[in-house]
């Protein structure tokens, strides 16, 4: 848990920041393979709800990294797609990743937080409990990462 803490306070730092230089080739894209306990199902047609997909990417700092980034880790960008309820497979483009600061990662080994809510339209709440993939880019692109979503409660 608290490495997703960190992962995901990297990312809010770099919202702060001037846009920096972005990927644009397909060597940090994935798919997410997203499943939906009936209930949630139904409940998320019922309301017309939509489902998000965030990725948040992020690395352990290499030793030329900056004293700062080093405590804190290197955040590299977030990537998020709002999609329909009956979705099940999602393209990660990688678009969302700064090159910028690439080499202060280890091994330029590029890692990436997957979080999967619903977008909050029908609702003011999120509805669903899903699980998360937090991994290097590499794995997730080797096959489509599954995340299984339930109703919050069910």
């Not at 608290?2 to 920096?20: D, N, Q, S, T, Y």
Request: hydrophobic letters at 45%; a positive charge; glycine letters at 6%.
């Amino acid at each position: 848990m608290r490495r997703i803490a960190a992962a995901l306070a990297f990312v809010l730092a770099l919202m702060g920041a001037a846009p920096p230089s972005h990927a644009t080739d397909s060597s940090f894209a994935f798919m997410v393979e997203l499943t939906l306990t009936p209930k949630a199902a139904e409940k998320l047609q019922a309301l017309k709800e939509k489902i998000v997909v965030a990725a948040y990417y992020y690395g352990y700092p290499s030793p030329n990294a900056p004293r700062k980034e080093i405590k804190e880790g290197i955040s590299l960008g977030a990537e998020h797609h709002t999609v329909d309820n009956s979705t099940r497979l999602v393209t990660v483009t990688g678009r969302g990743i700064s090159l910028k600061h690439l080499d202060w990662v280890q091994d330029r080994k590029v890692r990436v937080l997957t979080n999967v809510y619903s977008a909050r339209r029908g609702d003011p709440f999120n509805l669903i409990d899903c699980g998360i993939f937090d991994d290097e880019v590499a794995v997730a692109a080797q096959s489509p990462v599954k995340i299984a979503c339930k109703l919050i409660g069910e």
